[in-house]
């Protein structure tokens, strides 16, 4: 657990030389979920703009709860 806190990277275990699982520190987690999260959100607002679904700013901010 020390390592993986330590040195912000995962550790791969493995069962019969096969991995199993992996063990990553609950920071570093976090983190790659938001990230995953953001680039998810952009791709899709991508796919929108593409599809002509685009709103104004201030539309943009209503939707989500900004003045």
Known sequence: MNQAKETHRPILLTSRGR???VVQSLDEYENREEERE?????AQGL???EEGKEVDIEEAKKRIGLK
């Open 47 to 49: 796919m929108e703009l």
């Open 19 to 21: 991995g199993v699982a």
């Open 38 to 42: 953001f680039m998810k959100t952009v």
